[in-house]
Nanobody, 117 residues
């Protein structure tokens, strides 16, 4: 298994929370910065939140203050804590390297997040 394996998605009501996990290989983790992305129906995939190997984070304006990315380098795992979920957060969520030239090698199946109003 080369691609990351995302988990933790599901159906939740607006205002609820979910915690996504991403188990990646050491090969991907050794690249450095990781990120969570999402793709809603009919839309392009977008960057949600990146994290460097040292733990510095950022997030898209649409999720700022609600989503928190973290990583456990010992476990090659990245997490996304999602709070105060909104229907517009409905999408398939993926984790991957932040490096554009390498991303295409490592897209996984993603995990579906559905937020009902």
């Amino acid at each position: 298994q080369v691609q990351p394996v995302e988990s933790g998605g599901g159906l939740v009501q607006a205002g609820g929370s979910l915690r996504l996990s991403c188990a990646a290989t050491r090969t991907i983790f050794s690249i450095g910065a990781m990120a969570w992305y999402r793709q809603a129906p009919g839309k392009q995939r977008e960057l949600v939140a990146p994290i460097t190997s040292g733990g510095s984070t950022n997030s898209a304006d649409s999720v700022k203050g609600r989503f928190t990315i973290s990583r456990d380098n010992a476990k090659n795992t990245v997490y996304l804590q999602m709070n105060s979920l909104k229907p517009e957060d409905t999408a398939v969520y993926y984790c991957n390297t932040l490096v554009p030239g390498l991303r295409d090698r490592y897209w996984g199946q993603g995990t579906q997040v559905t937020v009902s109003s």
